[in-house]
């Protein structure tokens, strides 16, 4: 029996196909164990997998973050979201729009501008990302004549929580940055979502957005780039969303980095 | 009208059938969201109890989405076959599951029944069946289409080439789909999901994938995913156009935010017929579906997730696709929490689709913020190919870079006919064996003849 033992253990992709890798990051020509995956190829995905798990699950570590923020010279306020921990957070969209009951923005002044930061569906992402950016963002808003004043935390944050926040805070524009919902390839991606005359109830189609914001995204530094021409735009036009399209050629700049 | 149980001295009452309908639904998140589901393990037994002694006939003279402001109500009702009806037109509910279980439903009776079911019916039924009924009942049915193969037939399992790349790469679609036709998928359909709606892309794919399959003669359909309007403009300029897309939904407002009419549907799929594509048959319509898509639309009129997915069959049935699928995992865990919920709802889906006589498949799939994960896909797939599912989708590796969720591999297709028996449609399964693929037992080669493949090769070369 043991003599027709011709098939190997472990079958190789088409020599063909390893060249075809460079058109795809799709995981083709993995080979196959049999019916199976290799078990480097299984175990892989089981990494790839675990790192996104881990990042839904993960929190802000708010200390460190709102240090930096405070050295740029922003006043720094903390609420939550009515979503009390992240499986309501997962099954209730609802209450991760809305703040908390006991949410106080009262002891942070008025700004024109707010920055909202949320957890999103990865506090990894704005945990890698959010003080790159802001370093970069916050000057340039300045240097282009917009007060920013005041930076707010929120936990079990969804992307409209920005609203009620903006609204308190009697700003004009809201800039929310908040962790996108974590791929295989990529646990750590921010988004940005600006919202002109922010207050409950604004439809998504008012908001501009910028995606992917990470190391082997759209680098922080260009993102601030873009956020800071579209939030000078909104403020002029007194407007936000579909009416509202990002300059082409620095979403080319972005692109090129 | 109110609705009455009662269990071990305690009664229950439902103000109407919407109600009853909502809260004898097994758990799951998106009803919850609704805030319409029952309010404790007890309320949703008492509500199947009395949703078991509701007479079947009930639901033609009520309906839970009202008739006048709904042309999917309309189209329930309308296409409603009293004839085919007629041999359970006395059943209740319960009575209707015991029936299917019995020696009495055959494939050839539920075939027959098919036109006579309307989608309440058998989102009712499905709501007292545990999973091995589910699956009992859906391996009975047969749901027989064809285009340039024939899927459904006894014994057959059909999969979707899924070659998705985010940019819409031309090199990047073709290299995944290489990947995929030597690993043996892509019977039902080879598709892609485009990033943009723009007709240019559209066209542009829709050349790449027909020129791949007449360079291969590979005897499957081809199908670009783009909405159906964009599709008819496609058509208009001459696109090599197999098989029309469309997501739809079970109500005429969620198909509204979706951009779609039933005439609309209907003029994209008299664009598709006229091009007499298909060589064994000509079923060009292939549409998805998914639980929680109503509701978050805010289009699902206070009506449960299953019920509403149930409608969306019945609008697909309109249309004699070729296939249809359900997202079952993708809508997210705001409708299907986890594992467990995802996986009776694919169950679920199949067996309300093939009841209606769709050619139902699934794409066994999840998200990273649901509670789920390969194992739970393992399960699913071998449960909804033990339930006879039409089809299923695959992606390289069960990662789709493109729409960001986990999907099955094409190694997950060698398993499933490997532990099972199911052969591809025998059309695709005669060009495996063609283009020595397979072996005499069906299965891969371990090492088939590159040569056999360097058409699609060269191709890549020249779209370099």
């Known amino acids: 029996m043991s003599e027709k033992n011709e098939v190997p253990t472990l079958i190789p992709p088409l020599e063909g196909l390893a060249r075809l890798r460079q058109f795809t990051a799709a995981r083709i020509g993995l080979g196959r164990a049999g019916i199976g995956l290799p078990t480097a190829a299984h175990l892989r995905f089981a990494a790839d997998h675990a790192r996104a798990k881990d990042a839904v699950y993960s929190s802000l570590d708010t200390k460190p973050l709102a240090g930096g923020l405070k050295r740029l010279g922003l006043k720094v306020g903390f609420v939550r979201s009515a979503a009390r921990d992240r499986d309501e957070y997962l099954r209730r969209p609802d209450l991760g729009r809305r703040l908390d009951e006991e949410a106080s923005l009262a002891n942070l002044p008025p700004s024109d501008v707010v920055l909202v930061v949320a957890d999103g569906l990865s506090a990894a992402a704005v945990d890698a990302n959010l003080l790159p950016l802001a370093d970069v963002l916050v000057p340039q808003l300045r240097a282009r004549g917009i007060e920013i004043e005041t930076a707010v935390f929120v936990e079990q944050g969804r992307v409209a929580a920005g609203d009620p926040i903006g609204q308190a805070l009697k700003a004009r524009l809201v800039i929310l940055l908040i962790g996108e919902r974590p791929g295989l390839s990529s646990a750590d991606s921010m988004g940005c979502y600006m919202t002109f005359a922010p207050k409950p109830g604004t439809p998504d189609s008012r908001r501009n957005c910028i995606s992917n914001i990470r190391l082997g995204g759209l680098l922080p530094r260009l993102a601030a780039d873009q956020i800071a021409w579209l939030a000078a735009e909104a403020l002029r036009r007194e407007v936000s969303g579909t009416s509202l399209k990002a300059d082409p050629t620095r979403a080319i700049e972005g692109k090129s980095g | ?464």
Not at chain 2, 182 to 197: F, K, R, S, W
Not at chain 2, 208 to 232: E, F, W
Request: hydrophobic share 45%; charged share 20%.
């Open chain 2, 1 to 464: 009208m109110v609705y009455r149980a009662s269990i071990d001295g305690t009664s229950w009452s439902f103000a109407d059938l919407k109600e009853l309908m909502a809260k004898a639904s097994p758990q799951r998140s998106g009803d919850e969201l609704a805030g319409i589901a029952a309010n404790s393990a007890m309320e949703r037994v008492a509500a199947q109890c009395a949703l078991a002694d509701l007479p079947l006939a009930r639901f033609l003279e009520e309906a839970l989405i009202p008739y006048e402001k709904d042309e999917v109500t309309r189209l329930i009702q309308d296409s409603h076959d009293k004839t085919a009806f007629a041999p359970i037109s006395h059943l209740t509910v319960g009575g209707f599951r015991e029936w299917l279980l019995s020696a009495k439903a055959t494939p050839a009776a539920l075939t027959a029944l098919a036109p006579g079911l309307t989608p309440e019916m058998v989102a009712a039924t499905s709501k007292i069946m545990r999973l091995q009924d589910l699956i009992a009942v859906g391996a009975k049915t047969r749901v027989v289409t064809a285009f340039r193969d024939t899927l459904g037939l006894e014994g057959r399992l059909a999969s979707r080439l899924q070659p998705n790349h985010p940019t819409d790469d031309s090199r990047g679609i073709a290299a995944s789909t290489i990947d995929g036709l030597l690993m043996g998928t892509g019977d039902a359909v080879i598709g892609v999901n485009p990033v943009t709606d723009a007709t240019e892309d559209y066209v542009r794919i829709c050349h790449l994938l027909d020129d791949i399959r007449t360079r291969l003669d590979i005897p499957t359909q081809t199908c670009v995913l783009g909405h159906v309007t964009t599709a008819i403009q496609a058509i208009e300029r001459g696109a090599p156009v197999d098989l029309v897309f469309q997501s739809v939904a079970g109500s005429e407002k969620a198909n509204e935010g979706f951009g779609i009419t039933l005439g609309l549907l209907e003029e994209a799929r008299a664009a598709a017929l006229a091009l007499k594509r298909g060589t064994v048959g000509q079923n060009v319509m292939y549409f998805e579906t998914g639980q929680g898509s109503a509701l978050s639309a805010d289009a699902h009129w206070g009506v449960d997730q299953v019920t509403m997915e149930a409608r969306a069959h019945a609008v697909a049935r309109r249309f004699s696709p070729l296939i249809v699928n359900t997202v079952v995992g993708f809508i997210g865990p705001e409708y299907l929490y986890n594992g467990k919920q995802i996986i009776r709802a694919g169950l679920e889906d199949h067996f309300c689709g093939k009841l209606l006589g769709v050619p139902m498949g699934v794409d066994v799939c999840y998200t990273n913020h649901a509670d789920a994960d390969q194992d739970d896909m393992d399960a699913l797939l071998t449960l909804l190919v033990t339930a006879g599912v039409t089809f299923v989708i695959a992606v390289p590796g069960a990662d789709d870079i493109m729409l960001n969720y986990q999907s099955l591999a094409h190694h997950d297709m060698l398993y499933i006919r490997e532990v099972t028996g199911r052969r591809a449609a025998p059309e695709f399964e005669a060009w495996l064996d063609r283009v020595g693929l397979t072996d005499e037992q069906r299965r891969l080669r371990p090492a088939p003849d590159p040569v056999l493949f360097a058409p699609a090769l060269a191709y890549l070369g020249e779209a370099a």
